[in-house]
């Protein structure tokens, strides 16, 4: 099974912790040159420095705020007019939107979220694709959540929001399927991240139960006892950015241990 990224030049969003991180190391490791693109220079820096490079790559970053999706778009334009061989492999990853009954989200929490996640992944595709139709071929993998299929309770704007890009993946995926490039999805369960822990705390206040109390409630629904790891979802994640992944194009894969109760 060919996992080789040798030569392939991957960028890699939200990458200066927990699964993006993840992400980029796996890729790296595999073979890819990665670009890394997140708001903190500090630990771009830190992070770049610290991927392997078995093939001698030259890993960089650039710094960017999805919060500001024009931001990121002159970004990665300026990277692509210095790089026109442009990217092979583009992993939209992002922190998720705050929890919270959706009734109670205020409204300019769903826009900020509908521009975190669905406008930056457009603006991101729209510069990367040209490139990729060029060469015939190219990847583009969003990690977003199992809520794409199970709206999980207490995450109204998230849920909302994942199922947006969700469709605007799958859509994608079927334009640019003639062309070589494949769109499909990664949905991680309960992971161990920041973003976990802090889902965690926020339960343990409103509910008033310890965190092993809450800990012990999230496990019980997941099948294989036990939360995932940050590794487990890059792993997935590698697999699709690989040329063994070539005709999988446009699917979910949950990585959750088989809490997800649909098929």
């Known amino acids: 099974m060919n996992l080789s990224l040798s030569s392939q030049v991957?960028?890699?969003?939200?990458?200066?912790?927990?699964?993006?991180?993840?992400?980029?190391?796996?890729?790296?490791?595999?073979?890819?040159?990665?670009?890394?693109?997140?708001?903190?220079?500090?630990?771009?820096?830190?992070?770049?420095?610290?991927?392997?490079?078995?093939?001698?790559?030259?890993?960089?970053?650039?710094?960017?705020?999805?919060?500001?999706?024009?931001?990121?778009?002159?970004?990665?334009?300026?990277?692509?007019?210095?790089?026109?061989?442009?990217?092979?492999?583009?992993?939209?990853?992002?922190?998720?939107?705050?929890?919270g009954p959706l009734l109670e989200a205020p409204l300019e929490a769903l826009r900020a979220a509908f521009e975190q996640h669905v406008v930056c992944n457009q603006l991101l595709a729209q510069a990367v694709v040209p490139a990729m139709q060029e060469r015939g071929r190219g990847r583009i993998i969003n990690i977003i959540s199992t809520s794409v299929k199970q709206p999980l309770p207490g995450l109204g704007v998230s849920n909302t929001i994942r199922g947006a890009v969700g469709n605007w993946a799958k859509t994608l995926a079927n334009e640019l399927g003639p062309h070589g490039i494949t769109v499909n999805n990664v949905l991680p369960g309960a992971t161990l991240t920041q973003r976990h822990t802090s889902l965690i705390e926020k339960k343990t206040a409103q509910t008033g139960q310890t965190t092993e109390q809450v800990e012990a409630g999230m496990l019980r629904l997941i099948p294989a006892g036990r939360f995932g790891l940050a590794d487990e979802v890059a792993a997935a994640v590698a697999f699709l950015a690989s040329p063994a992944a070539a005709y999988i194009n446009g699917i979910n894969v949950p990585v959750d241990g088989g809490r997800t109760s649909s098929l």
């Open 10 to 99: 991957a960028l890699v969003g939200g990458s200066t912790q927990g699964i993006g991180q993840a992400v980029a190391e796996e890729l790296a490791r595999l073979g890819a040159t990665v670009v890394l693109l997140a708001r903190n220079e500090v630990r771009l820096r830190e992070v770049a420095a610290s991927l392997p490079a078995p093939a001698g790559q030259a890993h960089s970053y650039l710094v960017a705020d999805y919060a500001q999706p024009v931001q990121v778009q002159q970004r990665v334009a300026a990277y692509l007019a210095a790089h026109p061989a442009g990217f092979d492999i583009l992993v939209n990853n992002t922190g998720g939107p705050a929890g």
